[in-house]
């Protein structure tokens, strides 16, 4: 196949990637940051301590978490089915692709936010402020450099997870290594999806890596 050939099939393929891995990591910002937040407010000491439902939202997280992904591709069919109507195409990929990602980017939120000065939301509630005010003014902007990294360290996971979704016929550059780097035995398309795959990792990882130090510093 001339690299003529490739391009095409190339360019699409990158821009189902980069579909599929911007509204999976949306999807997960939007459902993982509250998950992550409540794992820190609902344990002990928390704003709103409740150990019993600490703990089972913790189990649900941790079993999202210990599924391998391309398990998950496999055993939410019937939910994916019934979200987007289909299990092939990018559009029924998104939908794994939020699923596995949530429960790591809520762990690594709870990990940012539990970073922040127990002093500076004691001086919050000192002050009168809700729990909602404290969350707002204090947990997200003092661990917002970390919830920046922890974001970054997703998307490149879902980079990875966008790519083993080809292997159900997800689209993006994981379908096309597969359907023409192994099956039609084109090893230079091959190479160039690996290669693409790279720099869309280095891309992402250069862009979070210096938003959260600007964050760090401001």
């Known amino acids: 196949m001339s690299w003529s050939d490739m391009q095409p099939l190339l360019w699409q393929a990158t821009l189902e990637t980069v579909q599929m891995v911007g509204w999976s990591a949306l999807f997960t910002v939007l459902i993982g940051l509250p998950v992550g937040l409540l794992l820190v407010l609902t344990d002990r000491g928390g704003l709103l301590a409740n150990l019993p439902a600490n703990k089972a939202l913790g189990t649900v997280v941790n079993v999202g978490r210990s599924l391998p992904f391309i398990i998950l591709l496999i055993a939410i069919t019937p939910f994916t089915r019934g979200i987007v109507g289909t299990t092939i195409g990018v559009d ?127």
Do not use: C
């Open 92 to 218: 029924a990929a998104i939908v794994p692709l939020a699923v596995g990602a949530v429960p790591f980017f809520a762990r690594l939120v709870e990990t940012a936010v539990r970073e922040v000065d127990r002093g500076l939301i004691e001086a919050s509630a000192a002050m009168g402020a809700s729990h909602l005010a404290t969350v707002r003014k204090v947990l997200l902007p003092e661990s917002l450099p970390a919830l920046v990294s922890g974001l970054t360290t997703t998307v490149v996971a879902l980079v990875g997870y966008s790519a083993m979704a080809g292997a159900i016929g997800g689209g993006g550059l994981g379908d096309l290594a597969i359907r023409y780097g192994y099956q039609r035995f084109e090893n230079g398309l091959m190479i160039a999806t690996v290669v693409l795959l790279i720099v869309l990792v280095q891309i992402v990882q250069w862009l979070g890596d210096f938003a959260a130090k600007r964050l760090a510093h401001r």
